[in-house]
């Protein structure tokens, strides 16, 4: 065997992150071998390869493998010895950002505070210090060759720091929990003295770190105080008082007489935020809520906001939820014993993959079995709980599942779309999809859930089939969006640094108008809306401004379709002839027994954008107003176009607390005098239980619903309606 001294190695091709390859010449026959591969292993330790044609056997005599591994790894050492910087690398974050000082070996120079990230993929980032404005000045070392040194020092210095949390830890944290708070609540009953009245159902929340007090009306009042024995106002502060007096023990001299306070039920919660890291997921899921009664072994867990139902084949929801308390057991020290089982949980109203809409009370509860709820023929919930349509920050639509993303050339999905005419519905495409192509570019945003109300409701012809039930039309869609007719989107998180966060999609799915199916609508001759490629890149405000009126359009088309008929509009755009330019969008607009309604979705915003919007929507009621002020001189394009009266204005807020913010910032208007508004919300269009309710006005302060049979001339609601939005596909 010779000896290894006299072997020759030659490292090349060296990576950003300090890979490259190596060949060897070995002696004395001089046989050289070329593209052994040479990896930064975790721990700083070095990885040496055989070229991929050798597979794992050593088949030289002159040199054992071990020693030419030996002998590569040894150049490689010294090849990163000789870098012409020093790094050193310090103020690691929880998400393993950190910062990096460099010095020049030849001069001495310092360069402080150069930030160091992971990025997209398995990739590094290495960012030159602000002052620099992205231009690298140093003559001595090229700042390709800095960040591939930084890259490379980073790499072992995060798997040191990860070896190193898991012996602390022993293991992998799975659970962060974060921003805890303590809060006492209670419920109360008052009895007013002067009549003997008794109001249940009075809620009182204390915060104990900000030592804050808030009392809740009964739910059944439904924020509108209704009682005249005695002013809210009052109630509050007697009620505080009592509290701090009876339950916290605090000396108060002066005992209200008009009223005595009994506290039934106070208890101490421990609410708090977590975020779990789970190995086969790439990404954190975070934004998990979490409640726990002092004295209870149960856990109430609830979903983040943006997720709706947990859908996961690899863990269900039962055995994410066992983790997560455990996790919170041994986080919080609990005392006693952890249950070893539980009973399965109750999911919150959860429906098929592709729908929408969820109120506050959207927990999950780790807890014993309760009554399943009423659902209608489709299989859905009737009455959702939250809806999808509310503001949720930093979110944008983004396009999954689709066929626009499989690569496919579009010309051979347009061929493709001919064959599939000439099959027809049965496997195909027919005059039923094409009628159900013909709405979604009407709607422009549409969910499952709408089209399966209108074709419940007769807009859109069964053909030769018996019924479509939400499982067909699921087919029928993903088979549509396989010829790029549709495009099929959901909801995506934003990252702080622009990067789309893959663990935070929506639930619902989101159909909008495809390539092909614009191409195949124009040569049938349909009167359709043109493709818009960004149609789906909007923010998620956005479509959900469409999804909130389209929702409200539905639901007319569905409960009064016979005095409806062919009066009503998707979204448009009209202007004021005239002198003075004057635009806005509608909505939508559906006209009952010469009364017309327009839909004027809202939806809430960032807390730096909040006055900004007030402000904006203060001044689109003025410019809808002025437009309905003057009915003669109205057009779209250049189509003239006539309402029989002064529209009403309706205002789609994301819920009943919303209704007052929003009358808030616009009751100071005068040109709300003359016009009429009314108000509504995601659920009081959507939900089964809001019949009769679901359109309120302001009349002296407070909302009052709405007399359909006075206003409009039809009944409240139809019994003879077609059940199926409002049976609940509505979650967050």
């Not at 070095?46 to 002159?62: L, N, Q």
């Amino acid at each position: 065997m010779t000896s290894p001294n006299n072997m020759s190695v030659s490292l090349y091709e060296f990576d950003v992150q300090g890979n490259c390859y190596a060949d060897v010449v070995l002696p004395p026959s001089g046989n050289k071998i070329s593209g052994f591969r040479v990896k930064l292993g975790p721990g700083g330790g070095i990885m040496v390869h055989m070229p991929s044609g050798m597979g794992t056997s050593w088949s030289f005599k002159e040199v054992e493998w071990a020693e030419v591994r030996k002998q590569i790894t040894e150049e490689y050492r010294k090849s990163i010895n000789d870098q012409p910087i020093l790094v050193k690398l310090h103020s690691f974050d929880e998400k393993n950002n950190c910062l990096a000082d460099i010095t020049l070996r030849d001069t001495g120079v310092v360069i402080s505070n150069l930030k160091v990230m992971p990025g997209l993929g398995d990739g590094i980032m290495v960012h030159m210090p602000s002052w620099m404005h992205t231009r690298w000045s140093y003559t001595e070392v090229q700042w390709s060759e800095v960040r591939q040194i930084v890259t490379r020092e980073y790499l072992a210095a995060a798997s040191a720091k990860k070896q190193s949390d898991r012996s602390n830890t022993g293991g992998t944290q799975i659970c962060t929990f974060y921003s805890s708070v303590v809060r006492v609540e209670a419920d109360a009953m008052a009895t007013i003295t002067s009549t003997n009245e008794q109001i249940d159902g009075i809620h009182l929340v204390h915060t104990k770190e900000k030592d804050i007090i808030q009392v809740f009306m009964p739910r059944e009042m439904n924020y509108y105080w209704n009682k005249t024995c005695i002013e809210w106002d009052q109630l509050v502060e007697i009620v505080t008082n009592e509290y701090r007096r009876q339950v916290l023990g605090e000396d108060y001299e002066y005992i209200s007489d008009s009223a005595t306070i009994e506290f039934r039920r106070v208890q101490e919660v421990t609410s708090c935020m977590a975020d779990v890291n789970l190995p086969h997921k790439k990404s954190t899921i975070k934004g998990f809520r979490i409640k726990k009664t002092k004295g209870e072994e149960r856990v109430v867990i609830s979903t983040p906001k943006w997720m709706g139902r947990w859908n996961d084949s690899r863990l269900t929801w039962y055995d994410l939820c066992s983790l997560i308390t455990s996790e919170y057991n041994k986080s919080f020290k609990v005392e006693g014993k952890v249950p070893e089982s539980h009973q399965k949980p109750i999911d919150k109203t959860v429906l098929s993959e592709d729908d929408e809409p969820s109120t506050k009370s959207d927990l999950v509860i780790h807890g014993p079995k309760q009554q399943a709820k009423e659902k209608n023929e489709l299989g859905r919930i009737k009455n959702a709980e939250n809806s999808s349509f509310i503001f949720y920050p930093r979110t944008v639509l983004r396009a999954v599942d689709s066929s626009d993303s499989s690569g496919s050339d579009s010309k051979k999905k347009l061929f493709d779309l001919v064959s599939a005419l000439n099959k027809g519905s049965l496997g195909g495409i027919g005059p039923f999809e094409i009628n159900i192509l013909e709405w979604i570019a009407k709607l422009r945003y549409v969910s499952s859930t709408m089209l399966v109300d209108l074709i419940k409701a007769g807009y859109v012809s069964f053909g030769w089939r018996n019924e479509v039930t939400q499982a067909k039309l699921s087919k029928i869609i993903n088979r549509m969006a396989n010829y790029q007719m549709i495009t099929l989107t959901r909801f995506v998180t934003v990252n702080d640094d622009g990067s789309l966060d893959s663990s935070n999609y929506s639930t619902m799915r989101i159909i909008t108008l495809g390539r092909n199916g614009s191409i195949l609508l124009h040569e049938l001759g349909k009167n359709a809306t043109r493709y818009n490629a960004f149609d789906i890149f909007q923010d998620g405000n956005t479509v959900k401004r469409f999804l909130t009126a389209n929702q409200w359009l539905v639901y007319w088309l569905k409960t009064y379709k016979d005095e409806i008929g062919e009066d009503y509009e998707t979204s448009c755009i009209i202007h004021l002839k005239g002198v003075e330019y004057v635009g806005a969008r509608i909505y939508a607009t559906v006209t009952i027994n010469d009364c017309p309604m327009i839909a004027e979705p809202v939806r809430r915003v960032e807390e730096f954008e909040i006055e900004s919007n007030k402000q904006w929507l203060r001044e689109k009621i003025e410019r809808l107003s002025l437009l309905f002020a003057n009915l003669d001189q109205l057009y779209h394009g250049k189509a003239e176009i006539s309402f029989p009266q002064r529209p009403i204005i309706v205002l789609v807020c994301e819920d009943d607390d919303h209704m007052l913010e929003v009358w808030e910032s616009i009751k100071s208007l005068p040109e709300i005098s003359n016009q009429e508004i009314w108000f509504s919300s995601d659920l009081r269009i959507f939900n089964y239980n809001k019949r009769g309710k679901r359109f309120l006005r302001f009349i002296e302060g407070s909302l009052q619903p709405i007399d359909l049979k006075g206003v409009l001339g039809v009944d409240n609601e139809l019994k003879t309606s077609i059940s199926t939005t409002d049976d609940g596909e509505q979650i967050s």
